[in-house]
């Protein structure tokens, strides 16, 4: 991940950032971060980069001129998202750090004195983010905070994945309160549950904590929380059904936009997914009005959706699906014991076996830290993965190690990740795929129902999903879908 800042004061940044985990993470080049003086960029002879505004009002604006010259270098006529940062933008929270933590290169605008020519923001501001109601001297401090919380989502920037995972915001909840070293302090006792050695015990004691502390400090959010756990539980009356909405929302990937009854829209503003189940037509209908515009995969288990969403998003059915998801309370056994997490190092091989998805989403997979790959005498034969959604799958063996339980072994040990995350593993397999099917089967899976898929043809003609995928899963009632016995 590449970031630019554009700034008057380079010096600042780069001070503030080169310390701690970000300035480990500059050293070992998973990041870089460069400071661009919009001075440098100024045609004006004494180095003049502001002046005062037209239509009178206090203070000095900066021009127009140095900061479009200084952008330019920078992309060199490339597309890079910008951020100028401006109390006058989004507010800026962990969501969008997520988003952004995406992206491969990142412009920082910075403003001061009394801000930016409106023209040349017109020209080069994707987004407008602000990091909270108050206002200060300049963007340099907002661009350094919103570096360090985007920088420690890329992945291998922290060393403990699970950190980002379970800390502060993660699924709508603030943090458990922690303790270390000693035992007692000022007479106040480390709780003994901590103590105990019992992880499952001390699991859900820091989930009770962090729902204590959010109700507490955070009524906003606590309420969000209770309003999903509910959503949850109802669906989980339809488990096998619902199962990928169950595990956006439990993850905290998945956003409800509409929730009443058996009506439910949720969705998945990283992997741009949309899954929505409805009673009837017309609520479809209507749910689909609130579908997001940048939406590129949509999944619903209702097959009188399928002309809804194909004539509204101009797609067709392309596949029919089996949902499947494990919910024992066992691990699988993995028979294959070479299986390691994959690296860039890894990416030209997976780019060229897996030709379903794009090469680009085949990187992005890798660098989220969630492909892994199967080696035989140091020799990588095979990958499995987990999709941007959350749902397992990218599963490809080398036809020469076919049949030798190397495909089994990777699903199994994804299986297991997964649980060891605390997901519940669930995947979604074409229902023409025979080999997939019977690799479930021999992990001890039947079927149950089946779903359908569709994919958007006509993407030049809709500007507004331009590049999307529509994918629609189409549950035929007392049919099967391919699911882990419970
Ligand atoms: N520039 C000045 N104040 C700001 C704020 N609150 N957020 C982002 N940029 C700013």
Redesign the pocket.
Known sequence: MKFHILTLFPEMVMQGLNTSIIGRAVEKNIISIDAVNIRDYTTDKHGKVDDYTYGGGAGMLMQAQPVFDAWKAITEGKKVRTIY???Q?QTFNQKLAAELAREEELIFLC?HYEGIDERVLEETVTDY????D???T??EL?AMVMIDAISRLVPEVLHNEVSAETESFHNDLLEYPQYSRPEEWHGKRVPEVLLSGNHGKIVEWRLEQAKKRTKERRPDLYKKYIQKEQLIKRLSKDKRNNIHIMESLSRGKGEILYEKGKNVLVYDRDSKVCMITVENREMGEQLLTLVPNDVQLFTTSQGFMNDLICSRFQCQVLHECFQICYTQREPLSVKHKDIRQLTLEHLSYVQEHYQNESAEYMKERILAGVMYGAFVEGQLVGFVGEHAEGSLGLLYVEEAYRGTGIGKSLEAYMINRHREWGYIPYGHVIVENEISRELQESLGLYLQKIISGGWNENIENNACIAGATVVIFECCENEMVLCYRV
């Not at 983010?129 to 909270?132: D, L, R």
């Open positions: 940062v401006t109390p933008g403003g983010v602000s990091i909270g108050y206002v200060l300049g963007g907002p």
